[in-house]
């Protein structure tokens, strides 16, 4: 059998994340029968960067299967710190493990480490590039509030040049029908060109770029905040500010449509404050719950196992 990767969003195809989705949706309401799916199967989370919800959402995923984890949350814990490469790191993990997560700073490296592994490989996120997983996390979450994944107009606001998530989730959705882009930040942190270019051009699917969040409000079924991501600035200066372009507040959304629903991948800086939370349209903490269970979906899913 060969080895099925997640690397790009892409890698997989519309349907099987349709079965990702039902899945899902079928451990949230049968969590039991999915207890021990993944028993004596051990998952390494390799974290090259920091993180908290993609990595312990892994690890709390292998382990409500019946699994184990191992691996390590800093690159300076690893052999990386004495210069080892990606690859070896990699080729020796794929001893230990039965599947990989990683994340690495460096845009490409998860698609460079599947060269080296005998073990699937999941991009946890890959520098400003990509990050599959949250999209899978996004795709579920919308699809438990508003049913469907097609026909709605989305509003993705901030950090649209780095934000990887952002990135992936445009990817996944330029596949649906009916989908209005609105592209929602300062200049210097727009929607890459490659991406209008490979994925939105190439199909002429309609989107809008605009700096401001107050005229694109009314017209959104969906807003997608996200942080302006420090760590791929060249220049501190710059990053202090574009920082604070957006925050989303009680006023801000009063225009905003009734339905509207807010996620955000997380962290969160300054971009959404915290008295949003309480409004019912504001769904990134069910998408923090949503992540583990999308991932117990994909590592089975990965590792040829069904219940
Ligand atoms: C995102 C990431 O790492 O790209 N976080 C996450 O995985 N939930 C978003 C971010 O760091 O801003």
Redesign the pocket.
């Given at each position: 059998m060969s080895i099925r990767n997640l690397i790009d969003i892409t890698d997989l195809t519309v349907e099987e994340i349709d079965q990702l989705i039902a899945t899902a949706e079928d451990i949230i309401e049968n969590p039991v029968k999915y207890q021990d799916a993944c028993a004596h199967k051990q998952l390494a989370t390799l974290f090259f960067e920091p993180?908290t919800?993609?990595r312990l959402s892994f690890e709390s995923a292998m382990l409500a299967l019946g699994g184990s984890v191992l691996g390590f949350s800093e690159a300076q814990s690893s052999s990386t710190a004495k210069g080892e490469t990606v690859g070896d790191t990699i080729h020796t993990v794929s001893c230990y493990a039965d599947i990989i997560a990683m994340?690495h700073p460096k845009e490409g490296a998860p698609y460079a480490a599947a060269q080296f592994s005998e073990v699937p490989i999941i991009n946890a996120?890959d520098g400003g590039h990509n990050?599959p997983t949250?999209t899978l996390t996004d795709l579920l979450t919308i699809h438990r509030e508003k049913g469907r994944l097609d026909n709605f107009t989305i509003g993705f606001c901030g950090d649209l040049k780095f934000?990887?998530?952002v990135h992936s989730l445009v990817n996944a959705l330029s596949r649906q029908s009916g989908i209005k882009f609105v592209f929602i930040s300062p200049e210097e942190l727009k929607m890459p060109d490659y991406i209008k270019e490979t994925v939105l051009d190439k199909d002429s699917l309609p989107y809008e770029e605009t700096a401001s969040l107050e005229e694109a409000m009314p017209d959104l079924d969906i807003l997608y905040m996200?942080?302006v991501?420090k760590e791929r600035f060249f220049n501190e200066a710059d990053y202090v500010r574009l920082k604070d372009t957006y925050v989303l507040d009680p006023e801000k959304l009063v225009p905003a449509k009734s339905d509207l629903c807010i996620l955000h991948?997380?962290?969160r800086v300054n971009e959404i404050t915290v008295s949003v939370d309480r409004d019912p349209r504001a769904c990134y903490w069910k998408q923090v719950k949503n992540?583990k269970f999308i991932r117990m979906a994909l590592i089975m899913k990965l590792l040829g196992i069904r219940v």
């Open positions: 993180s919800r993609t994340r996120g990050h949250q934000g990887r998530t996200t942080r991501q991948p997380l962290p992540g």
